[in-house]
């Protein structure tokens, strides 16, 4: 089988937040982690899937968050035409995951059962939970439903060999983490599965949670997919910068391959 390179693009970040905005039971008092915002792309000769649309201008204002580059602009560099993309996984339906996805005009949209079920349905009534959703990348979702574009999976499936979605569900009800198969082995993108791998190391929640048991119980289930804790890339670290090989000299800070190991002499914390 031949493997998939796989790359994260970094397109925001979002600086000064404390502990507490990181995990449960963080201090409110101490600093915590920034954290990026990345877009992912598995890639080999037979097949080309992007993972997450990222969002645009309007929601980093919104939000006040750093907008490096539009996710468009992201693939670009790495030689990928958005516009001409046709296999997109949104790993789960939050403003920063599932937003510019009208810059993907051909692309059909893989997402779990449960999570098109939570962005419309009656958790939306509260504002506490609908706060990380934007209703108009949930319309534009809608829409593309109803032009037959979405493809639905429920828990476990293969979308190509060598590619596995897999539902875990915890910080939405239907977030899903991507497995692949990559000349390394087999990693998973765990998104928001672990935003940081504080969370997942040390089984701390993320705050922005539907169900605290689904989370933590995510957290065994990546490492479980994965071929070692080093195969499992979280959704949000400023360290996966870091630890991984930059695709180019160019690109240093910007896209790195998650398809070579990580550098030994680096720690993650």
């Known amino acids: 089988m031949e493997p998939f390179e796989l790359f994260a693009i970094r397109y925001a970040n979002l600086s000064g937040r404390l502990e507490a905005d990181n995990y449960i039971g963080g201090d409110p008092h101490e600093a915590g982690s920034d954290l ?55 790993t789960h339906l939050h403003y920063d995951h599932a937003g510019t996805m009208n810059d993907f005009p051909r692309a059909r949209f893989h997402v779990q059962d449960g999570e098109a079920a939570f962005a419309t349905g009656r958790c939306m009534c509260h504002a506490h939970m609908r706060h990380a959703f934007a209703v108009e990348d949930v319309v534009s979702f809608v829409r593309c439903l109803y032009a037959g574009r979405i493809s639905f999976h429920d828990g476990v499936e293969e979308l190509a060999p060598g590619l596995t979605v897999h539902r875990t569900g915890g910080h939405t009800a239907g977030l899903q983490v991507v497995r692949v198969f990559t000349k390394r082995g087999w990693v998973v993108v765990a998104s928001d599965a672990s935003h940081l791998y504080v969370n997942m190391d040390n089984r701390l929640p993320f705050p922005v949670v539907h169900s605290v048991a689904d989370m933590l119980e995510g957290h065994n289930l990546v490492f479980r997919l994965a071929d070692s804790p080093d195969h499992v890339v979280p959704g949000h670290d400023p360290l996966v910068m870091k630890l991984y090989p930059p695709v180019s000299a160019e690109l240093a800070g910007i896209a790195v391959r998650l398809d070579e190991a990580p550098n030994p002499e680096r720690v993650r914390s």
């Open 36 to 90: 990026d915002y990345f877009i992912w792309v598995a890639r080999r000769s037979d097949a080309l899937f992007v993972i997450d649309t990222g969002f645009g201008t309007e929601q980093a204002r919104i939000r006040k968050r750093d907008l490096l580059r539009l996710p468009a602009q992201g693939l670009a560099l790495l030689g990928i035409d958005a516009a001409q993309v046709d296999r997109v996984i949104l």
